[in-house]
């Protein structure tokens, strides 16, 4: 998917409404992260808000596991060394 949008004097974009719904942050107010990559290109993340969050936790009353949060973050920092 390719979209451009222009910079306006203030150095602001418009995000095409195509990025918007992909990245489901249509709503104002909404906080997005901008990443610089290695190659010259740039990364756009939404950041998770506490709202945004609820119920990500399939079932609170499982117990907690350290050990699956530990391989959860090994995964994490793979992906993010790959950056």
Do not use: H, W
Not at 29 to 49: K, T
């Amino acid at each position: 998917m390719s979209n451009t949008s222009v910079v306006t004097s203030k150095g602001q974009i418009t995000l095409p409404i195509a990025i918007r719904k992909a990245f489901k942050i249509g709503v104002k107010g909404r906080r997005v992260r901008f990443e610089m990559c290695r190659d010259g290109s740039a990364r756009l993340y939404p950041v998770a808000d506490a709202l945004s969050l609820q119920g990500a936790l399939a079932d609170p009353s499982q117990p907690y596991d350290p050990l699956e949060s530990e391989k959860a973050i090994a995964v994490l920092a793979k992906e993010a060394a790959r950056r």
